[in-house]
């Protein structure tokens, strides 16, 4: 069942769309997810889930830091999530491998480059069956016909 374009969402977080990433939710700093604010959320939401990706790998062109699903339909997504397959705190949201981990990997490109880092917020209207082994493409096959909105916010990192 093909639901079309998905709707847009407007996703904010500590730092503003292509603006540097404040250095606490890079790897130079506290290694901690940042927070993310949503506009309107639909009332059809049964959970989100949320990427976040460097764009200017050199080797991999774009890379996967972070990957996480089943987090609870809310205009709020806190800063700081645990490390972890499950998160409990957050109704059972599952962290996927993303960087290698289970976990947020912050933005921390090689000496003296300057990298993007894209942050995508899908809004579905189910819960994600995916075991914690799974990658963002695992997650961007099981969300295919499920997302109602989505939107995203980029920073960059030196």
């Not at 500590?14 to 890079?26: I, Q, R, S």
């Not at 927070?35 to 959320?41: A, E, G, I």
């Not at 991999?60 to 705190?89: C, D, M, R, T």
């Amino acid at each position: 069942m093909d639901k079309g374009t998905p709707a847009t969402i407007t996703v904010k977080s500590a730092f503003e769309n292509n603006k540097t990433v404040p250095v606490e939710y890079t790897g130079d700093g506290k290694d901690i997810s940042p927070p993310f604010t949503l506009s309107d959320v639909s009332e059809k939401a049964k959970s989100i889930a949320v990427t976040m990706d460097d764009l200017k790998h050199p080797l991999f062109k774009v890379y996967n830091h972070w990957v996480i699903w089943n987090l609870p339909a809310a205009q709020e997504i806190p800063e700081n999530i645990p490390q972890g397959e499950k998160i409990s705190e957050l109704g059972g949201a599952v962290q996927g491998i993303g960087y290698g981990k289970h976990k947020y990997r912050g933005p921390k490109p090689p000496f003296g480059s300057t990298h993007q880092y894209q942050y995508t917020v899908y809004v579905l209207d189910c819960l994600i069956d995916l075991p914690p082994t799974s990658k963002k493409d695992d997650l961007l096959r099981a969300m295919k016909d499920h997302i109602l909105q989505q939107g995203s916010i980029i920073g960059s990192y030196k």
